[in-house]
């Protein structure tokens, strides 16, 4: 199974919104609505931002959002703040019942 | 509040195998929970192993299913991993994680993480 795409960075200054696409096929993305989202600061334990494409867990601020169009989903942070400066992974379910992450992208707030 | 901690060798020369194990607290091992380890080399990405229900089953990565072995101890209330035949590809930062049933990678607990080096 090969890694699903992201970009390998993105900017922003704080207020800003920004947008990182996660691009797979009809065998992961495409296919099924378990796509999650992960934020991760060097050092520690990647944290859960979104499941099942949209859902925010408990806690997670709602300036962060998901969607999905085919093969490719979206992570979305509005009003950008420095401490979301980190690198983010998208993750899907596949066909054959594995799970398989993205490439990951760093997140820089200018 | 669960919590998950990863524990083993720093240290294996290339052609051993690697052995991590993962404690569970706060929290049972034989939850409605599939366990899961992922692994993060120095610079790259994040890497799904495998995963574990308490019953026993087991899923494999592919790229990484003929030298892993994922396996729980109830009395313990932990998960291994075995990884054979590691090469320098194999470093990483290895985590386990517990993912929340009926939705595939959604991983609610991690551990903090525990960096392997393979090096003679």
């Known amino acids: 199974q090969s890694a699903l795409t992201q970009p390998a960075s993105v900017s922003g200054s704080p207020g800003q919104s920004i947008t990182i696409s996660c691009t797979g096929t009809?065998?992961?993305?495409?296919?099924?609505?378990?796509v999650s989202w992960y934020q991760h600061h060097p050092g520690k334990a990647p944290k859960l931002m979104i499941y099942e494409v949209s859902n925010r867990p408990s806690g997670v601020s709602n300036r962060f959002s998901g969607s999905k169009s085919g093969n490719t989903a979206s992570l979305i942070i509005s009003r950008l703040q420095a401490e979301d400066e980190a690198d983010y992974y998208c993750s899907s379910y596949t066909s054959i019942s594995t799970l398989v992450f993205g490439g990951g992208t760093k997140l820089t707030v200018l | 509040q669960v919590q998950l901690q990863e524990s083993g060798p720093g240290l294996v020369k290339p052609s051993g195998t690697l052995s991590l194990t993962c404690g569970v607290s706060?929290?049972?091992?034989?939850?409605?929970?599939?366990w899961s380890w992922v692994r993060q080399p120095p610079g790259k990405g994040l890497e799904w192993i495998g995963e574990i229900y308490h019953s026993g089953s087991t899923k494999y990565n592919p790229s990484l299913k003929s030298r892993v072995t994922i396996s729980v101890d109830k009395s313990k209330n932990q998960l291994s991993l075995e990884l054979s035949s590691v090469t320098a590809a194999d470093t990483a930062v290895y985590y386990c994680?517990?993912?929340?049933?009926?939705?595939?990678?959604?991983?609610?607990?991690w551990g903090q993480g525990t960096l392997v080096t393979v090096s003679s």
């Open positions: 706060g929290g049972s091992i034989s939850s409605r929970n599939w």
């Open positions: 994680a517990r993912g929340v049933t009926m939705d595939p990678g959604r991983f609610d607990y």
């Open positions: 009809s065998s992961d993305v495409g296919g099924y609505k378990y």
